[in-house]
């Protein structure tokens, strides 16, 4: 295979632990072929250290076989382009929250200078036959930008948060430009039919496209591959770590506490789109009409900080901290607590022993691209003797994911009596679904993500 270049918002060192399945999966690819990675070193530097817009130094180095090549940002630059643009306009619009939502002029000024600043430094470490892989909504406009500069490799893009519908989309001032701009891939990847079909309806009605058939979609003089390749995990590795020694003891201490208590997880980054809200209060639900679970149940909420200079995550914090307090002191006994509300990162070793544990995972998103939790979940659990998994129908893991309980998270009485199914399922039922979830996250696993995008792109006429 060609040699491989991704470029994403953020690195992660593959060799590390830490570094979750992607970074692997991206980084075992990068080895094989000597790639290249390519994105922003995480450093934003002071205009009194001489941090000018549109500029950043280049940083250049080699894990093992893998050059890492980094830009840092200034200031203005991070707050416009990544704090600004991406994260306050891009994820709320593609998340379905128009109202959250904060478009103005400097932001897009801003993501449209370090798209142009990415492509400048990034075109000069490109060789003719490299195979060119871009990631997420931060980077939409940069092949557009290296095309501009001359750049005729392949290029694929792969968006992992949700593309909404034609309707919403429109709402973006300037949708025109970005959506435009997805037709300088020659292929482009998303999550779900469902985003794969918002596109096409997109296209269609305020691009005028031609449909080409089997995903090709031709306008502004260009052809683009449009699929759905959703993302899985690494099942294997995870399952593994299952075993490990960190997750057994974690494994332990929670089926010691809660021997006697069944216990509910929820895994997320604090963020608005994971519905953890709508959750506690679903939680409150099953306590009020489902009596039995007093003193019985108990769910373990872990929500790890995420983009707290964005002022709706500090909202969703203070509102969940709100719900948290008030279920706890009206249901609360001396001993017992119904939520356990954890505002931090559990530690990936740790992670698949907290799966295992929980009789039952909330995986409730009010909307998600995919939602890898979901599947890491049914990966840690025991076959024998399996929890169940509650899933939202609006996270794009419900397209595959279709033995596990789905539920609409805005209806707060569905959700609370789909967890007391999911508390009062029979064995064989349990082990049933389990058994055919498991091969749908094999099937489609981080490693058939990978091959297949890249066989596409590499297949795809530049
Ligand atoms: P995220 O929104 O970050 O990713 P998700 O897929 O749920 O969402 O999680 C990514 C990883 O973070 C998982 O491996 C998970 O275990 C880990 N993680 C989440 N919360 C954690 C916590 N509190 N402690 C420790 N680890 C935690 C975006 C999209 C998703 C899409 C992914 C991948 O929003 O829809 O699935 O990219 O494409």
Not at 10 to 30: E, M
Not at 172 to 191: C, N
Request: aromatic content about 8%.
């Amino acid at each position: 295979m060609a040699r491989v270049v991704v470029v994403s918002n953020r690195l992660a060192d593959p060799r590390k632990a830490a570094a979750g399945g992607l970074a692997v999966a991206l980084g075992d690819t990068l080895n094989a072929t000597g790639g290249l990675w390519f994105g922003w070193s995480g450093k934003v530097v002071d205009e009194s250290e001489g941090g000018t817009p549109g500029e950043g130094e280049l940083h250049t180095h080699q894990a093992g076989n893998v050059t890492l090549a980094t830009v840092d940002l200034c200031k203005e630059d991070h707050d416009s382009y990544y704090l600004g643009y991406a994260n306050r306009v891009l994820w709320p619009m593609f998340h379905y929250r128009l109202d959250l939502a904060d478009f103005n002029k400097q932001s897009l000024a801003g993501y449209r200078r370090v798209n142009q600043m990415f492509a400048r430094k990034l075109m000069p470490l490109l060789k003719p036959d490299d195979l060119i892989w871009i990631h997420d909504y931060h980077l939409i406009p940069l092949a557009a930008e290296l095309r501009s500069m001359g750049c005729g490799n392949r290029i694929g893009f792969f968006l992992h948060i949700p593309l909404p519908p034609p309707l919403m989309l429109a709402a973006l001032p300037g949708h025109e430009w970005l959506i435009r701009a997805l037709f300088a891939y020659d292929v482009v990847g998303f999550q779900a039919q469902a985003d794969v079909n918002h596109f096409e309806r997109y296209v269609h009605s305020e691009a005028d496209a031609e449909m080409l058939g089997d995903g090709h979609y031709r306008a502004f003089n260009r052809t683009v591959l449009a699929r759905a390749f959703p993302i899985g995990i690494d099942v294997d590795e995870f399952a593994q770590l299952t075993h490990g020694k960190e997750a057994r003891e974690t494994y332990e201490t929670m089926r010691e506490q809660y021997s006697r208590r069944r216990l509910l997880i929820g895994i997320d980054r604090l963020d608005y789109s994971k519905g953890l809200p709508q959750r506690i209060k679903a939680f409150q639900e099953l306590l009020a009409s489902y009596p039995e679970n007093r003193k019985s149940a108990t769910l373990i909420q872990i929500a790890s900080p995420t983009r707290e200079s964005v002022d709706a995550y500090a909202d969703i914090r203070h509102e969940l901290e709100h719900l948290c307090g008030q279920i706890n002191g009206d249901y609360g006994e001396l001993d017992w607590m119904p939520v356990r509300y954890i505002h931090r990162t559990v530690a990936r070793k740790r992670l698949p022993g907290l799966c295992r544990a929980g009789r039952v995972a909330l995986v409730t998103p009010l909307r998600d691209g995919m939602n890898l939790v979901a599947k890491e979940y049914i990966a840690a659990q025991d076959p024998a003797d399996p929890g169940v998994l509650v899933l939202s129908r609006f996270a794009g893991a419900a397209e595959q994911l279709r033995e596990a309980l789905l539920v609409n998270p805005y209806d707060t009485e569905g959700s609370a009596q789909a967890i007391q199914r999911a508390l009062q399922m029979p064995l064989e039922e349990r082990q049933a679904r389990h058994q055919k979830l498991l091969e749908r996250i094999r099937a489609q696993d981080v490693h058939w993500w990978r091959k297949t995008f890249l066989q596409t792109l590499e297949n795809a006429q530049p």
